[in-house]
């Protein structure tokens, strides 16, 4: 079991940037693919993007464009780039591995998630 930090949320205004961070506590981090997702108050949790072992990443439509994903294996770290913030986007931002690219499941490791808010 891989235990994951994230880490880099805060406050910005509508239109600033931020880019939180999941560390993973173990080597095996790496062979993992990666998913960030995101709970608003009173939402459903969503899926905002995946990152494949090899980088290759998926977004939702609502961050598309505007949220970029990577990961740096030496450091066990998976970045969300997050430009262009509006205050839709704030919320608890959450990483998980592993994730199943082939059925879309999330993976039984949660970080503590990191709080994301964006004034108008």
């Known amino acids: 079991q891989v235990q994951l930090v994230e880490s880099g949320g805060g406050l910005v205004q509508a239109g600033g940037s931020l880019r939180p961070s999941c560390v993973g506590s173990?080597?095996?981090?790496?062979?993992?693919?990666i998913a960030w997702y995101r709970r608003a108050p009173g939402k459903q949790r969503e899926l905002v993007g995946t990152i494949s072992i090899g980088g290759r990443t998926n977004y939702a439509d609502s961050v598309k464009g505007r949220f970029t994903m990577s990961r740096e294996n030496s450091k066990n770290t998976v970045y969300l780039q997050m430009n262009n913030l509006t205050p839709e986007d704030t919320a608890v931002y959450y990483c998980?591995?592993?994730?199943?690219?082939?059925?879309?499941?999330?993976?039984?490791?949660w970080g503590q998630g990191t709080q994301v808010t964006v004034s108008s």
């Open positions: 998980n591995a592993p994730f199943s690219l082939a059925t879309g499941r999330a993976g039984d490791n």
């Open positions: 173990e080597s095996t981090f790496r062979i993992y693919a």
